[in-house]
Structures are given as structure tokens and as C-alpha cells.
């Protein structure tokens, strides 16, 4: 795939992430929850930002991305799905489902970001996709533990 449609269709995939969360957050009546998921959204948003500093780098050194290959099925099966789950929430997903689909999201993502994390050799670019990674992670957990407290 090429790299600059790669780094796109992430931003894109990342800004659904953040509505998705925003949606489950509109859910629950907890408000310190709800804030914790507002937050995720946020964080999220980040994420799309880091990938558009991606896209800059490809801009101005496309040499650092010689030899990366990037299957494209992935990130448009985790765009599929991600449009799959704002859908059904429109449609009335509960709570704890919402946070559970995108629990399996998150997992997902971790993989795909950890994966091209050890793919890219140049030490900045590197240090963002593991950023994303770092990211995943976080929010993994912290879903995690919210699922656990239901």
C-alpha cells in the first residue's frame, strides 16, 4: 500500500475511534466515567495528529519509508469495523457492549502500530509509531479495568 494512503486512512481510522468513544461516554450516566471516556476520545485525536506528523516526514523525507510495506487489509477491515460499531450505537448498543467492541478495537490497533513500529528503522518516525502503541495500550488497560468494575 502506499504510505501516504496508509497514514490517511489511519487519521481517518483514529478520528472514528474518538467518536466512537465520545458516543459510549453519552451512554452511561456516571459522570466520572463518562469523563474518562471523553478523555479517551481526546487522546485519540492525538493519535490522528501524530499520524498527519507521519504524513509530514513522508512529505519532506519520503526516503525514510524506502522498503516499508504496508498491507492495506488491516487498517480497511479496522475502518470497516470501527464505522460498524458507530452504527450500532446509533441503533442502541448498550454501554457494556460498546466498551467491549471497542476493547477489541483497541487490541487490534496495539498490533497494527507495534508492527509498523518495528518495521520503520528511522529513530523519530519510530518513536511515533510507538507512541500509538504506547497509546493502545493505555487504553486497553483502562477499558479493562472499567470492564472489570461492571
Known amino acids: 500500500m502506499d504510505i501516504a494512503r496508509f497514514l490517511d486512512m489511519g487519521t481517518d481510522l483514529e478520528n472514528r475511534i474518538s467518536r466512537i468513544y465520545e ?3 453519552s451512554l452511561t ?8 471516556l471523553i478523555s479517551l476520545s481526546r487522546e485519540e485525536l492525538n493519535h490522528a495528529n501524530i499520524l498527519r506528523t507521519g504524513k509530514n516526514y513522508l ?7 524506502l522498503g516499508v510495506q504496508l498491507g492495506d487489509e488491516e487498517i480497511q477491515e479496522g475502518l470497516e469495523d470501527a464505522g460498524a460499531l458507530l452504527s450500532e450505537l446509533d441503533i442502541g448498543l448498550s454501554f457494556p457492549e460498546g466498551l ?3 476493547l477489541q478495537l483497541e487490541k487490534r490497533f496495539e498490533q497494527i502500530h507495534l508492527g509498523i513500529s518495528v518495521e ?5 518516525l519510530k518513536k511515533l509509531f510507538q507512541a500509538l502503541t504506547k497509546g ?6 483502562i477499558l479493562s479495568e472499567i470492564i472489570a468494575a461492571f
Open 23 to 25: 458516543k459510549i461516554s
Open 29 to 36: 450516566n456516571d459522570e466520572s466515567l463518562s469523563k474518562r
Open 59 to 65: 512529505s519532506e523525507m519520503p526516503d525514510l519509508f
Open 100 to 102: 467491549k467492541r471497542i
Open 120 to 124: 520503520i528503522g528511522e529513530p523519530s
Open 136 to 141: 493502545d495500550q493505555n487504553h486497553v488497560r
